[in-house]
């Protein structure tokens, strides 16, 4: 009765140990969860404030393309964040949140058995995006970027680069060197560029290159109000690209879907008018929260990588992560507490992921703190039992 492509779907990594979790839950074991990126403080007030303001006589469908408003409050926030960018309201594109800005460009840029390439690791979902739309990912590493394997990697059936920057999991930025390297391979193969910049502005040091810097008809920036301004439940993302072809016909697949929520917008074009003093607000939160993280990784045998950006860390183990991960949840327990993190596996098409987590910085100071303790005690209990 269902399709072969439904049924060869996987879970994503986000949902795959909801049921183990509930029925861990009803036994009266809390988490400390550092598996979601669902921002825990609460959102600016502005956002709520906008929503009371909304005062239409008759809530009419809206333009496919997105409101003139939140359109000019995105290109403002890009003009005061980058100096030398200028975007009008025909380079900018709403969409309902990042993933369906990245499934609508795969699906306008790939047919069917198309290749992208992918840096890893990279975003899990990614993978069920491709999945869907029976997509080809070729992964390769951020550190092979600048040698032969990038450009081996490449055939007559690859039709872009994906990637976010910052990244998640690891946090990872593109550099001018990388950007010049991704843009010379791009232009050489007639690549689409897709820079997923979600986590921008969360930025903890100077050296991030937004490719909104680079925008051509082989760019296409992808950014959402998700993250940046802890509006996740808006679902409110914007598609912004120089490539007027590849524009009409996402707007064409936006007119199937009638429109996005003219609220949601309103408030969104609202929030970005005041988006300095959110984001940097945000930004220290996050930093101080890697800061204590870092302190106490430091103590400990385990290996991180750290964060020049966003709201993720990886974390090396010393064991298949996925096991462990099952083991926290099935089994461990502390004072009637247990952790939530996510195996790096699903981050990754190669094998690297298998001893790494990924975690999120998004439990408040005193949580972070009791959180890393439990990862310690779990480390070192779980070697025990493989003993």
């Given amino acids: ?93 709403i969409t309902q949140g990042a993933s369906d800005a990245i499934i609508k460009l795969l699906y306008s840029i790939c047919d069917c058995g198309d290749e992208i390439i992918i840096l890893e690791p990279f975003f899990a979902d990614y993978k069920m995006y ?19 394997f990038f450009e081996k990697n490449i055939n007559n059936k690859t039709k872009a680069i994906l990637f976010a920057n910052p990244n998640n999991p690891d946090g990872a930025i593109i550099t001018k060197q990388l950007a010049k390297r991704i843009l010379e391979v791009s232009k050489k193969h007639n690549l689409i560029i897709i820079s997923d910049e979600v986590y921008s502005g969360l930025i903890y040091d100077n050296k991030y290159i937004s490719f909104l810097n680079y925008l051509d008809n082989n760019v296409v920036v992808v950014d959402s109000a998700s993250k940046k301004l802890n509006l996740c439940g808006s679902r409110i993302g914007y598609i912004i690209s120089n490539n007027n072809e590849l524009n009409s016909n996402i707007i064409m697949i936006n007119d199937c879907r009638i429109s996005i929520s003219n609220v949601e917008q309103f408030a969104v074009s609202k929030m970005l008018d005041k988006a300095d003093e959110i984001i940097e607000n945000s930004k220290k939160i996050y930093h101080n929260r890697i800061n204590i993280i870092q302190k106490k990784l430091n103590k400990t045998e385990i290996k991180y990588i750290c964060p020049h950006g966003g709201l993720t860390m990886i974390l090396e183990l010393p064991f298949d992560t996925e096991k462990y991960v099952e083991w926290l949840i099935e089994k461990y327990k502390k004072n009637n507490y247990s952790l939530l993190v996510t195996p790096a596996s699903d981050f990754y098409i190669s094998n690297t992921g298998r001893n790494k987590i990924r975690i999120c910085v998004t439990l408040d100071d005193n949580k972070i703190k009791k959180a890393m303790d439990l990862l310690v005690d779990s480390c070192i209990k779980y070697k025990e039992e493989l003993l």
Avoid: H
């Fill in 1 to 93: 009765m269902l399709a072969k492509r439904i049924l060869n779907m996987k879970k994503s990594i986000f949902s795959k140990y909801n049921d183990l979790i509930k029925r861990r839950e009803q036994d009266g074991i809390k988490f400390y969860k550092l598996n979601m990126g669902q921002p825990d403080f609460d959102t600016n007030s502005t956002y709520f404030e906008s929503l009371s303001k909304y005062n239409v006589k008759t809530n009419k469908y809206g333009d496919p393309s997105g409101a003139c408003e939140l359109k000019t409050s995105v290109a403002r926030y890009y003009k005061k964040l980058y100096n030398n960018i200028s975007l009008d309201e025909d380079n900018i594109i």
């Fill in 130 to 148: 491709c999945n869907m739309l029976n997509i080809k990912i070729r992964a390769v590493s951020w550190n092979d970027l600048n040698n032969d």
